[in-house]
């Protein structure tokens, strides 16, 4: 099974403050990675898409890049409405796997 | 509008079994592969399973810690989906979503708990 370490586990940041967030896969996964946003109580939503492609409707201020093994989710700057908890996924193969999330709380 | 409806959780002892469903709308279900995946209280996403569409073949793939003992099947007379739950560990306690991988549709989830 393709391991997903991602981090950190969790953040202060201000608002306007830019984010980074890392997954690596214990082997290649070319680009077949998503980035989810989760709110509490909420299910997840999509920001990122093969590792770098914009997923309709979310905001520019979120990026992705990476490729391979390596992969990072970037916010330029952070909103209020940003403060939740990101995670990877990857689904180059089965059994597709989470990395196990970054909580991003207000500083 | 796009819609995923999942129902059938609740309250089950260890050992015991449970039937969750997946109603969607809004969308072609036969095309589309089926995912179940869940979230522990306090805990991270977990991968479940997926079913693929009847014209990819129908086969369903589980995680490990499920194998065996979870079965997904679709109905798509029904545009429904399902997860049979059998021999229920503690550790299976969590928040249940159906999602659609392919087009980022999730259901809202349904809470199993398995408790004596």
């Known amino acids: 099974d393709i391991q997903m370490t991602q981090s950190p586990s969790s953040l202060s940041a201000s608002v306007g403050d830019r984010v980074t967030i890392t997954c690596r896969a214990s082997q290649g996964i070319r680009n077949d990675l998503g980035w989810y946003q989760q709110k509490p109580g909420k299910a997840p939503k999509r920001l990122i898409y093969?590792?770098?492609s914009f997923q309709s409707g979310v905001p520019s201020r979120f990026s992705g890049s990476g490729s391979g093994t390596e992969f990072t989710l970037t916010i330029s700057s952070l909103q209020p409405e940003d403060f939740a908890t990101y995670y990877c996924l990857q689904h180059n193969s089965n059994p597709l796997t989470f990395g196990g999330g970054t909580k991003v709380e207000i500083k | 509008e796009v819609q995923l409806v999942e129902s059938g959780g609740g309250l089950v002892k260890p050992g015991g079994s449970l039937r969750l469903s997946c109603a969607a709308s809004g969308f072609t279900f036969s095309d589309a592969w089926m995912t179940w995946v869940r979230q522990a209280p306090g805990k991270g996403l977990e991968w479940v399973g997926r079913i693929k569409s009847k014209t990819d073949g129908g086969t369903a793939d589980y995680a490990a810690p499920v194998q065996g003992r979870f079965t997904i099947s679709r109905d798509d007379s029904k545009n429904t989906l399902y997860l049979q739950m059998n021999s229920l560990r503690i550790e299976d306690t969590a928040v249940y979503y159906c999602?659609?991988?392919?087009?980022?549709?999730w259901g809202q989830g349904t809470l199993v708990t398995v408790s004596s």
């Open positions: 093969a590792a770098s």
């Open positions: 999602f659609v991988w392919y087009f980022d549709y």
